[in-house]
């Protein structure tokens, strides 16, 4: 059966504040109990696609209640058989060998290639027919359960599938490769490689399902808790307003924790941080010295501890606790910047009820701090809510096609690769071209959401690595060569002789820089250069770090653009630029706690400077 720490992720999901269908539904085709519950509840075949429309098409009551039911379907009982985390992620690289297979047929289109896109649910039924699942609406699910042990000998001429699953079985023996050689005529090297892959496959798969596998976490108290916490919030949904919210959070959370946690939410657009019917305790969210205002800027729960060097007001903060130490949490809601201060105990697990806790009355805050719809305006609402409804699903279905030509892209890259091993510049060159088509395929799979408000590309949760900068300015400008070329635009780089380093989160870096080398381009004439460059040991405000620069010799920017950086707005360089690529810039320059300059000179050109400290 389903290990305890899915089943704690598919809460999450599932939960009437998560509604992430997309993410719900690449959790079920990992797990075989909760995919064939489904499959089996909406009489459907082992199709991922089919799935997803389907479960899209249910009203928000009709998910919410079949979705926590399939949850306790498979939650732990007594004496119940469950798979160990190592069980499930073996099964889980069976399957997704057989996707692996299936795509690498289909791409190369050597012998009977399946149709294309059919490597996904090649991948749901190989996990069902491992599990020894029966569905009656799948007939090729029931061909490999059929056939399933099969002398290999006797499947030379057996459909591609059936000869891919017989592969994928053999695992539990030791004889894939030995079948990949005889039912698909893969050389050992080839069918190496393709191994790597679908190792490569189910570890992003866990990693995109945020699963954690390492930690020794008791996932079956977690699941208790979670389940009491969202029992007794459920009531937050009938406040009204502020003061009604906050008596209901002083009642609740004794419960839970032995002081009651603070509440602190910013209740005006562009205000601080207040508590909560206490307004003289306020704190701006650009505060560079409260831990609390830390916490909502990065979304992460931040300790503190009564201490000379602590923030004053944070000081208070614990005096109104009555504590010597507490936790910062982050309310998470798109909508409203909230906080809770919980006092720390240690004789119980507060981090993780304050978090629990905090997940399950975001939504509930977010509308009571909007006001909520009123009786003049629900006409007016519900008609805008029927707008943002449509728009997500036509956005869900572009996010999807953009998808599958990316896929069959990396798919072919993945293929030459093993093809010219021999060329180790060529195999270089496609691993980035394959690490920006990741990257993209990230920003399609997180445009999820009709925004409220312009949202960076770059997941929260992205780690801070060592960066070699010669190397990696080398990279980016080879990867723009192509665009500069094709506008007449002399692209160079500028390095000092010594090797620069530094710590930081490499993604968000990429996105910044390739912002500006993207907007330096498009502002110069064909015969105009662009230099991508950096320095080391800059001082700064106090602080010691690196700089990359990226200097036009193309027009230069108006005082007029000047004032108006940060601000989406229609782009100067026409066409469909929707002038955005700034301010994303602005924005992830300011998560890694940088800053960004311009100089720029009409008819000289423009250069942008990024400030990066050392941690």
């Given amino acids: 059966m389903t290990p305890d720490a899915v089943i704690y992720r598919y809460l999450q999901l599932a939960a009437p504040s998560g509604g992430d269908i997309d993410q719900l539904c690449l959790l079920l085709s990992a797990d075989a109990d909760l995919l064939t519950r489904w499959l089996k509840l909406l009489d459907l075949p082992a199709d991922l696609e089919a799935l997803r429309e389907r479960i899209g098409q249910l009203d928000a009551d009709e998910f919410n209640g079949l979705a926590q039911s399939q949850a306790w379907a498979v939650l732990p009982v007594v004496g119940s058989a469950r798979l160990s985390l190592d069980q499930w992620l073996a099964v889980l690289r069976a399957a997704c060998l057989a996707e692996v297979l299936a795509d690498h047929f289909a791409a190369d289109q050597a012998g009977q290639a399946l149709r294309p896109g059919a490597g996904v649910n090649a991948r749901l039924r190989a996990l069902l027919a491992i599990s020894g699942v029966h569905l009656a609406q799948d007939p090729a699910l029931a061909a490999l359960i059929e056939f399933r042990g099969t002398n290999p000998a006797l499947l030379e001429d057996a459909s591609l599938e059936l000869r891919i699953f017989a592969v994928v079985d053999a695992m539990e023996v030791g004889r894939e490769a030995e079948l990949a050689e005889m039912l698909l005529g893969l050389s050992a090297q080839t069918f190496a490689g393709l191994l790597e892959a679908a190792e490569a496959a189910s570890q992003q798969l866990v990693q995109a399902l945020q699963i954690d596998v390492q930690g020794d976490v008791d996932w079956a108290y977690r699941i208790w808790l979670r389940q009491q916490i969202g029992i007794m919030t459920a009531s937050f949904r009938l406040c009204v307003d502020l003061n009604a919210f906050n008596a209901l959070h002083q009642l609740v959370s004794r419960c839970l924790f032995n002081t009651t946690p603070l509440l602190l939410c910013q209740q005006r657009e562009d205000g601080p941080l207040e508590l909560v019917l206490e307004p003289e305790i306020a704190i701006g969210l650009h505060s560079r010295t409260s831990v609390l205002a830390a916490a909502v800027r990065t979304g992460r729960s931040m300790a503190l501890r009564e201490s000379a060097d602590l923030a004053v007001v944070d000081r208070q903060l614990l005096r109104f606790l009555a504590a010597e130490e507490a936790l910062a949490v982050p309310i998470p809601h798109a909508d409203v910047n909230a906080l809770l201060l919980v006092a720390l105990d240690e004789d119980t697990d507060v981090e993780t009820a304050a978090e629990l806790y905090a997940e399950e009355i975001a939504a509930h805050l977010a509308q009571v701090v909007s006001g909520g719809p009123t009786d003049a305006s629900s006409d007016q609402n519900a008609l805008v809510e029927e707008f943002r409804s449509s728009e997500h699903k036509r956005l869900r279905e572009i996010v999807h096609e953009a998808n599958n030509p990316l896929a069959i892209v990396h798919n072919y890259l993945h293929i030459l690769e093993l093809r010219l091993q021999q060329d180790p510049e060529v195999v270089?060159?496609?691993e980035m071209i394959a690490a920006e088509l990741r990257r993209a395929g990230e920003v399609f799979t997180r445009a999820r959401d009709v925004p409220q408000q312009i949202q960076t590309e770059t997941p929260d949760d992205s780690v801070a690595v060592e960066t070699d900068l010669g190397a990696w300015v080398s990279n980016l400008a080879e990867l723009h060569s192509g665009i500069a070329a094709e506008q007449g635009v002399a692209l160079h780089t500028n390095l000092p002789p010594q090797a620069i380093a530094i710590t930081t989160q490499a993604d968000k870096l990429t996105q910044i820089i390739s912002n500006l080398v993207k907007n330096a381009i498009e502002a110069c004439a064909a015969g105009d250069e662009v230099t991508l460059g950096a320095r080391g040991s800059v001082f700064r405000e106090g602080r010691l770090g690196v700089e990359l620069f990226v200097q036009d010799s193309g027009s230069?920017?108006?005082?007029?653009?000047?004032?108006?950086?940060?601000?989406?707005?229609?782009?100067?360089?026409?066409?469909?630029?929707?002038?955005?690529?700034?301010?994303?810039?602005?924005?992830?320059?300011?998560?890694?706690?940088?800053?960004?300059?311009?100089?720029?000179?009409?008819?000289?050109?423009?250069?942008?400077?990024?400030?990066?400290?050392?941690?």
């Fill in 428 to 430: 270089e060159q496609l």
């Fill in 556 to 615: 230069g920017l108006t005082d007029e653009v000047l004032q108006n950086l940060t601000v989406a707005k229609r782009s100067t360089k026409g066409g469909d630029h929707q002038g955005i690529g700034l301010q994303v810039a602005f924005k992830l320059t300011a998560e890694l706690d940088g800053a960004l300059d311009v100089r720029t000179e009409l008819g000289q050109g423009t250069t942008f400077s990024l400030f990066l400290p050392h941690s």
